[in-house]
């Protein structure tokens, strides 16, 4: 299987600290893979319990620089799992990450401050 197509969406950015140098948002991760042990007869694509994530492979993607994240599990874990007869698997999950952003405040409070949120996997 090989990652072929990943998304984010910003849901919302809690807080930003200039003491600790980072700032929390919560973040949609949507990432789509084709796996063709998985492919089956129909037309439909089946929705999984997140649980079954455990029974995949899944790609070994991070946040850089996260100093913590969780992902949210009020009343089940946040995440959904879509398998299409061709054998593409849609992943879907909602985290909430602390990342580490260097801010340049000596120009404050006339600065401009850049942080960044980056994704990259492994690859094994």
Known sequence: ??????????AS???????NMD?????FLRQRWTDERLCFDG?????????LVEM???PDTFIVDSK?????????????IRIYPNGTVL???RITTTVACSMDLTK??????????????CKT
């Not at 299987?1 to 984010?8: H, N, R």
């Not at 950015?13 to 003491?19: P, Q, V």
Request: proline share 3%.
């Open 13 to 19: 950015i809690d807080t930003i600290s200039e003491i």
């Open 43 to 51: 037309n439909k694509s089946l929705s999984l319990d997140g649980r």
């Open 68 to 80: 913590k994240s969780f992902l949210h599990d009020i009343t089940v874990e946040n995440r959904l």
């Open 91 to 93: 992943y879907a999950l």
């Open 108 to 121: 404050y409070p006339m600065d401009k401050q850049t942080c960044t949120l980056q994704l990259e996997s």
């Open 1 to 10: 299987p090989v990652l072929v197509g990943m998304s984010l969406d910003i």
């Open 23 to 27: 700032y929390t948002a919560t973040i």
């Open 56 to 58: 995949l492979w899944v």
